[in-house]
């Protein structure tokens, strides 16, 4: 059995008592790779926490990028500190996550907007695919991503005739139309554990409508963990339940749903 986690934050000090056990139980639950997303103030050594991670562990990748939360501390400075630590490492496979998060308005959303574009351009600069986190700023979002030329196809896709794919709408929560206009854009939609959530119909709605072929899943842990397990922290092993969420949905096997995201988490970010 095999799955992918397409996007966790294991780094963090949730994780410092037991990060081992947690790995090891993701491998356990037949979770072959994570896609660790570093986060935080790009001076603070986070970023190199995250890197420090995916160096070590066979299975897992690094994504390097500002969150729209912090986006009032990317200046030059950081800019070049992040661009140097990408360039640096093998294991950092996508850009992100970067866009906009007009929930929580933790930097001035003309700020997110700035440097949301600014680090689309650096992604494509250094042809990586983007990891998008977008909450109630979708036409925004979309919008940005539009005029950006939204990033680069992926590495190992030559001969898709899609290749236009370029990066995934991370912990989507939005309407059907902007997933819709994600994948015309070229990008994957990756659904949580919010999926499993009771009140959660509409996002289910929206899920059992789109393409598996677009689709990638994850855990966002330590946040959002799914049904049955509510309450407790999360952990990468935990994203089969999305999984099998969308095998109920779609009427396949849950291994059928782990085999299709897989392939296309490894044409996306050009892995094996
Ligand atoms: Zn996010
Ligand atoms: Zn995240």
């Given at each position: 059995m ?7 934050h ?17 491998h356990?639950?037949?979770?072959e790779?994570?896609?660790?997303v ?6 603070s050594?986070?970023?190199?926490r ?7 562990h066979e ?12 986006a009032?501390?990317?200046?030059d ?5 992040l661009?140097a630590?990408v360039r640096?490492s093998k294991?950092v ?9 007009y929930?929580?308005?933790?930097s001035?959303r ?8 600014r680090?689309l351009r650096?992604a494509?600069?250094?042809e990586l695919?983007?990891v998008?986190h977008?909450?109630e700023a ?7 991503l539009?005029?950006s030329?939204?990033?680069?196809p ?19 929560g939005g309407?059907l ?6 994948i ?13 959530f009771?009140?959660?119909e509409?996002?289910r709605d ?5 393409p598996l072929?677009?689709l ?9 963990t799914p049904v049955?397990f509510?309450g407790?922290?999360n952990?990468?092993a935990?994203?089969?339940?999305t999984?099998?969420c ?11 749903i782990?085999?299709v995201t897989s ?7 050009g892995v094996?």
């Amino acid at each position: 059995m095999r799955f992918i986690d397409s996007h966790c934050h294991i780094d963090g000090p949730e994780y410092d008592a037991d990060r081992d056990d947690v790995i090891a139980r993701a491998h356990d639950a037949g979770v072959e790779m994570m896609l660790n997303v570093g986060t935080g103030d790009p001076l603070s050594g986070a970023f190199e926490r995250a890197l420090g991670l995916a160096e070590k562990h066979e299975g897992i990748y690094a994504a390097l990028g500002v969150h729209p939360h912090d986006a009032r501390l990317f200046d030059d400075r950081a800019e070049q500190h992040l661009a140097a630590l990408v360039r640096q490492s093998k294991r950092v496979v996508a850009w992100g996550e970067i866009g906009l998060d007009y929930h929580y308005d933790n930097s001035p959303r003309d700020v997110q907007r700035e440097v949301f574009r600014r680090q689309l351009r650096l992604a494509r600069e250094m042809e990586l695919p983007v990891v998008i986190h977008s909450r109630e700023a979708d036409d925004d979002t979309i919008a940005i991503l539009n005029e950006s030329g939204a990033g680069v196809p992926p590495v190992n896709h030559a001969q898709d005739a899609r290749a236009t794919k370029s990066g995934v709408l991370h912990c989507f929560g939005g309407s059907l139309a902007m997933a819709q206009s994600a994948i015309d854009l070229g990008f994957f939609i990756s659904f949580a554990g919010n999926l499993t959530f009771k009140k959660a119909e509409d996002l289910r709605d929206v899920a059992r409508q789109l393409p598996l072929e677009r689709l990638l899943i994850e855990t966002d842990c330590p946040y959002l963990t799914p049904v049955p397990f509510r309450g407790k922290r999360n952990e990468p092993a935990r994203v089969v339940e999305t999984a099998r969420c969308l095998a109920e949905l779609h009427g396949k096997e849950w291994e059928e749903i782990g085999r299709v995201t897989s392939e296309n988490f490894c044409g996306l970010f050009g892995v094996r």
